[in-house]
């Protein structure tokens, strides 16, 4: 039964049981054993294990909560062992995981599940989470010989956060952008941090203005060039969409990969580019509920 549930801090020696209960997760495995020893010594939150029975006889689950920045959570690597599911455990770990976010002063908790997924929708739901983005994978291939981007600089953040100020498509994702499977806010600090890491493009129109932005982010340990968010006039999007690529191919990328938004003319606009669904044509749904601060009364932002 859940009721004799612990949820504890993982341990090293809890690999063994986690390798157990992700084997069957995916026809493919899991990427939790991958990123367990990462995990473990994340100081930006912490890594979580139920124990089921009165000592602790056996580790049933195990969940991550991190704090992308110290108001916003993100609750990920939810695994139940198949043996013990339908017994209340995600449930109890979901309402572990909002209690300690609001508890280290969390304003809003996020997670991001599969579009087919209906029990984790019912029980997200219950728990007050609201369904905020739907989003679809899409992949394109490095272009060699492309025409490179223009990347923006720190002194081109007065126009880079005015663009994205008035953006329409940042105000209908609700501020969020995505990078590795991670949604959080585009804060005007999170902007200006793009812009010295050299991690925002940009295509201008005749007269000089932004016609596009978009951000990136190069990940050597996976090889894959993530775009995190794109706006513009739909022409320009495109145009930059292949630049991208193009910059892929510069820096050794495998694939260009982007989270693209239910948003039809984005979606053709990065077709245009050469980019379409990859191996995983599903959808991820984002969720998030709002915390008040010392009180039951949360609401949905």
């Given at each position: 039964?859940?009721?004799?549930?612990?949820?504890r801090?993982?341990?090293?020696?809890?690999?063994?049981?986690?390798?157990?209960i992700?084997?069957?997760?995916w026809?493919?495995?899991?990427?939790?054993?991958?990123?367990?020893d990462?995990?473990?010594?994340?100081?930006?939150?912490?890594?979580?294990?139920?124990e089921?029975?009165?000592?602790?006889?056996r580790?049933v689950?195990?969940?991550?909560?991190?704090?992308?920045?110290?108001?916003?959570v993100?609750?990920q690597?939810?695994?139940?062992?198949?043996?013990?599911?339908?017994?209340?455990?995600?449930g109890?770990f979901?309402?572990?995981g909002?209690?300690?976010?609001?508890?280290?002063?969390?304003?809003?908790?996020?997670?991001?599940?599969?579009?087919h997924?209906?029990?984790?929708?019912?029980m997200?739901?219950?728990a007050?989470m609201?369904?905020?983005?739907?989003?679809?994978?899409?992949?394109?291939?490095p272009?060699?010989?492309g025409?490179?981007?223009?990347?923006?600089?720190?002194?081109?953040?007065?126009?880079?956060?005015?663009?994205?100020?008035?953006?329409?498509?940042?105000?209908y994702?609700?501020?969020?952008?995505?990078?590795?499977?991670?949604?959080?806010?585009l804060?005007?600090?999170?902007?200006?941090h793009f812009?010295?890491?050299?991690?925002?493009?940009?295509?201008?129109?005749?007269?000089?203005?932004l016609?596009?932005?978009?951000?990136?982010?190069?990940?050597?340990?996976d090889e894959t060039?993530?775009?995190?968010?794109?706006d513009?006039?739909?022409?320009a999007v495109t145009?930059?969409?292949?630049?991208?690529r193009?910059?892929a191919?510069?820096?050794?990328?495998q694939k260009?990969?982007?989270m693209?938004?239910?948003?039809?003319w984005?979606?053709?606009s990065?077709?245009?580019?050469?980019?379409?669904?990859?191996?995983?044509?599903?959808?991820?749904?984002?969720?998030?509920?709002?915390?008040?601060?010392?009180?039951?009364d949360?609401?949905?932002g």
């Open positions: 039964m859940a009721g004799e549930l612990t949820i801090p993982a341990r090293p020696d809890d690999r063994l049981a986690v390798e157990r992700c084997a069957q997760t026809d493919w495995g899991d990427y939790v054993p991958e990123v367990w990462d995990w473990l010594t994340d100081e930006r939150g912490v890594l979580l294990v139920g089921l029975g009165a000592t602790g006889e580790v689950a195990l969940s991550k909560i991190t704090f992308h920045s110290p108001d916003q993100w609750l690597g939810m695994r139940v062992d198949p043996g013990y599911r339908r017994r209340g455990i995600a109890r979901l309402d572990y909002i209690a300690h976010a609001r508890k280290h002063g969390a304003r809003v908790v996020r997670l991001g599940t599969g579009g997924n209906t029990p984790v929708h019912n997200v739901a219950r007050g609201v369904r905020v983005g739907n989003y679809v994978l899409w992949i394109a291939e272009l060699p010989d025409s490179l981007p223009t990347f923006l600089t720190p002194d081109d953040a007065p126009r880079a956060q005015a663009f994205l100020k008035s953006s329409p498509l940042l105000a994702t609700r501020v969020l952008y995505s990078f590795d499977w991670v949604w959080q806010e804060s005007a600090e999170r902007v200006t812009l010295a890491a050299g991690q925002v493009v940009a295509q201008f129109s005749p007269a000089g203005g016609a596009a932005l978009a951000l990136i982010r190069f990940d050597p340990d060039l993530w775009v995190g968010f794109a513009g006039h739909p022409p145009v930059l969409a292949m630049a991208i193009a910059h191919a510069q820096v050794g990328a260009a990969w982007v693209l938004p239910d948003v039809a984005l979606r053709e990065f077709r245009a580019a050469g980019y379409d669904f990859g191996d995983w044509d599903g959808e991820l749904w984002i969720f998030e509920r709002w915390l008040a601060q010392n009180s039951e949360d609401h949905d």
